[in-house]
């Protein structure tokens, strides 16, 4: 699904990222773990496709509609509900039966009952739960997830382990992590990043 | 069809976020009605009509000069940028969203305009307004393109009107001859030609401008 050879990345003078090599086949559940400034963020924008690397290789199967990236930011305008921004990226997506999917993803994640509110009132936890179901939504092939439990609360990282178990060996996935502990049981492999 | 559909879906976002921010549209607003009233009392007797319209030229291209620095905002201030650029749709559709919630934005400013040029110093006539809304085209086109390019680094307030400016110069020159000329025929010509060149340059080529 992901082969990537001597992948690097410079921004100008500054190296992010050294002579990656790591490969992902078709259901693999990968965790990326190391120290900040490692390049993990990095790393996962370009094999969501996000960014170019400077240096090296990188073929991925899945295209730009199945790959469903989870970054720093939810990516998810505050202003909209959590109906508006997810019926925008269903729209985007072209997901088939867009509504009855739309409401699965938000039951799933227990924000059904604040859907017509806006995401600026919700709180930092429940807006991570939002990004997981934009994620989710189109029913992405490669999942890159950076920190993926990054914010959310306990129940809210138990919905994400059993949704991760639920696709795990469905989809493939890319995960970072500094918690490898909690994704231990799922990963098919580890790629330790050094500064 | 379905990339229309995309730059529906992109726009009618761009609108109700507007609707619901009121970041852009009541500033341009308070701003072109200012600058017809300070036009108004600054000027000593009865301007000319050559004088007037290169003052209205002036108040439009400088309120969607307003319009197209905030256009990209919720972009850069919630960075939903890479949420629109991971989408599977083409990236032109991006720009053409944009292009069109800030010709909503600016029609809506001009709106408020044309009366008040008319109210304060000459009427105006078929050939001013087809020129508007030609300027308006192309000025919504590029300054999108510019905006976009502008919103990722860190001097964006000083670099939009330093890029869009001198493009914009044709369509000064286009709109003001439209205005004043005896006949505008060519001049509107010109503006369309702009608008269409201008329009497939950015349309062929915004995948890059949002690429990293």
């Known amino acids: ?195 | 069809m379905s990339y229309f559909r995309d730059v529906g879906a992109l726009a009618r976002k761009d609108l109700l976020l507007e609707l619901r921010a009121r970041d852009t549209l009541p500033a341009m607003l308070l701003f072109v009605a200012a600058v017809f009233v300070i036009f108004h009392f600054a000027l000593p007797g009865t301007p000319s009509r050559l004088e007037t319209t290169g003052f209205l030229w002036v108040a439009i291209l400088f309120t969607a000069l307003l319009g197209l620095g905030r256009a990209f905002v919720p972009e850069r201030e919630q960075r939903t940028f890479d949420g629109l650029v991971l989408a599977p749709c083409d990236r032109s559709a991006i720009w053409l969203a944009k292009s069109l919630a800030t010709l909503a934005f600016l029609a809506a400013a001009e709106v408020v305009a044309l009366p008040l040029y008319v109210l304060f110093f000459h009427p105006i006539h078929g050939a001013m307004v087809a020129a508007v809304l030609l300027a308006d085209l192309g000025i919504c086109g590029v300054g999108t393109f510019l905006g976009a390019m502008a919103v990722v680094t860190r001097a964006r307030d000083l670099l939009l009107p330093l890029l869009f400016l001198p493009l914009a110069m044709p369509i000064v020159v286009g709109a003001v001859g439209a205005s004043v000329s005896a006949s505008p025929g060519r001049y509107l010509g010109f503006l369309a030609l702009y608008d269409l060149l201008f329009a497939v340059v950015c349309w062929a080529s915004f995948e890059y401008v949002v690429a990293e």
């Open chain 1, 1 to 195: 699904m992901l082969t990537a050879r001597r992948l690097g990345k410079r921004y100008g003078e500054k190296r992010v990222l050294r002579r990656i090599d790591l490969e992902l086949p078709r259901g693999g559940f990968l965790v990326v773990t190391g120290p900040n400034g490692a390049g993990k963020t990095t790393l996962l924008r370009i094999c969501a496709g996000l960014a170019q690397p400077t240096e090296g290789t990188i073929e991925r199967e899945a295209s730009r509609a199945q790959v469903g990236y989870l970054g720093h930011e939810p990516l998810v305008y505050r202003e909209l509900t959590a109906l508006e921004n997810l019926e925008l990226y269903g729209r985007l997506y072209r997901i088939p039966e867009r509504r009855e999917r739309i409401g699965m993803v938000l039951e799933r994640f227990g924000l059904w009952e604040a859907r017509h509110e806006r995401v600026g009132s919700y709180s930092r936890g429940m807006t991570q739960r939002l990004a997981l179901c934009r994620v989710l939504l189109h029913e992405p092939e490669l999942l890159v997830l950076d920190e993926p439990y990054s914010a959310l609360d306990e129940a809210g990282a138990e919905l994400l382990d059993a949704q991760l178990a639920e696709l795990r060996g469905e989809r493939t996935f890319l995960v970072s992590t500094h918690d490898p502990a909690r994704v231990e049981s799922l990963a098919s492999g580890r790629l330790a990043l050094a500064t």
